[in-house]
């Protein structure tokens, strides 16, 4: 087998039957071949003028060349030195996608009472796609698992089938995507078809399209595409169906067709399988002892326990602190530090303002507006749920307003929440987009 090296002597020895040897040598002095992969030849020339040139007059010559040697079409790819560059990391440049790296597979899924339907339907689908629980609904707070299960049904899928077209999404993705192209002007038909020649669509978040007419007309009709194909639909959600007070019923009934699985916070001895497993991924092994401490501390959420065994082992590879409860306590103030500098009041308030589309001096100050006021309740509910400020240093942020009036506006929203379903989705919808956040 020719080395690439002779490939590209054979090309110039072609070039000075065409080209004289004074001509070769000015144009292609400072030209080497990097690699040939596939159909595509690289070739790099640091000299701007001397690549310019290479591009527009001797390009042809080289493909033919190229065509004759391979009987097929190489396309000639000229690098610069940035271009270099990348192309030597591309390794970097290009990492294995989450999906297909060794991290959330169901080998590291820890299986317990809380989450057993919901790993067990997505092995079905993973083993069979299309042809059980189509759709998959799997519904949970959010940091129990429900990305993991997706990675994992990617997984398994791109094994069995490597030319699987696989399409993972978020449901503001899909949103924002959809909104592009429309602004844009581009055709809707590429739209359609990124999602509808899908073999598996795998859709995290999915409340977000709840709300967005148009956007749930589009969800539609990709969804009975996909449906109608027997290609797999999994989707996640922090609610079930039925608890999305503004979701299309065309949705909502298309949704539950398949199975709806649940996650919920792992119990007691799950939460030490999970600890251990982490450290275990890590290189380390975490004790009985501290596994329980640490488990009855964060009851909740898997990706807090799974962050505090990488902060315990951060504090044990770096600053050589052994794995005690003192070790387990430090990572937790400093995660507890960390989440109260992430929601803040200016957070909560610049996501209310996304959402109501308001800007924060119409919150902040003095507009009576229906829709000024709502936003600054809202805000004010938000502000005292999330966060530690009290009723005062809360009125302080909204202009100096009186704790009797943040009081108010607080009882208010919990009132409106149980009297006004779309309301209460609302709150529960802007908590979400706050939470993904961190």
């Not at 004289?20 to 790099?44: C, M, P, Q, R």
């Not at 326990?305 to 052994?322: P, Y």
């Not at 409860?325 to 995660?335: F, G, I, K």
């Not at 006004?420 to 802007?430: H, L, N, Q, R």
């Amino acid at each position: 087998m020719q080395s690439v090296s002779d490939i590209w002597s054979m090309i110039l020895t072609r070039l000075r039957e065409d080209l004289s040897e004074t001509t070769i040598k000015t144009w292609f002095d400072e030209t080497t071949v990097v690699a040939l992969e596939g159909n595509n030849l690289y070739l790099h020339c640091p000299n701007t003028f001397k690549r310019t040139n290479i591009q527009d007059r001797f390009l042809p010559n080289i493909e033919a060349g190229l065509k004759d040697i391979f009987s097929a079409d190489i396309a000639v790819h000229l690098l610069d030195d940035g271009g270099l560059q990348r192309f030597q990391s591309k390794e970097e440049e290009k990492p294995v996608s989450l999906m297909e790296s060794g991290e959330f597979t169901f080998d590291t899924f820890v299986v317990g009472p809380s989450n057993r339907l919901a790993c067990s339907a997505a092995r079905a689908v993973a083993d069979a796609p299309g042809q059980h629980y189509n759709p998959l609904f799997i519904y949970g707070d959010s940091g129990l698992g429900k990305t993991h299960l997706l990675y994992a049904i990617a997984h398994v899928i791109r094994g069995k089938f490597p030319s699987a077209k696989i399409l993972y999404i978020k449901g503001d993705e899909f949103i924002n995507d959809y909104i592009e192209t429309v602004r844009s002007g581009r055709a809707m038909n590429e739209f359609r078809t990124k999602y509808r020649e899908a073999d598996l669509m795998l859709v995290d978040d999915i409340q977000f399209v709840a709300g967005k007419v148009e956007t749930q007309n589009e969800f539609f009709h990709t969804f009975n595409a996909l449906y109608e194909a027997k290609k797999q639909i999994v989707l996640t959600s922090d609610r079930p169906p039925q608890e999305m007070a503004q979701l299309d019923d065309r949705l909502r009934t298309r949704f539950e067709w398949g199975l709806m699985a649940d996650v919920q916070p792992p119990v007691l001895e799950t939460r030490v399988a999970i600890l251990k497993n982490k450290a275990a991924q890590l290189g380390f092994i975490l004790s009985d002892e501290i596994a329980g401490y640490i488990a009855s501390k964060i009851t909740a959420n898997v990706r807090q326990l799974e962050g505090t065994v990488k902060k315990i082992k951060a504090f044990k590879d770096l600053d050589g602190i052994e794995i005690n409860t003192a070790a387990v306590d430090r990572a937790l103030q400093d995660m507890s530090r960390s989440n109260e500098f992430i929601i803040t009041p200016e957070t909560i308030i610049k996501e209310v303002c996304r959402y109501f589309r308001l800007e924060e001096d119409q919150i902040k100050g003095q507009s009576r507006s229906r829709d000024s006021l709502n936003a600054r309740q809202t805000a004010m509910y938000l502000i005292r749920r999330l966060t530690s400020l009290s009723l005062d240093d809360t009125g302080k942020v909204f202009g100096g307003r009186d704790h009797s009036t943040v009081l108010n506006s607080i009882n208010k929203v919990e009132k409106k929440m149980k009297a006004d379903p779309t309301y209460a989705e609302t709150v529960k919808a802007i908590i979400t987009n706050i939470n993904s956040t961190k």
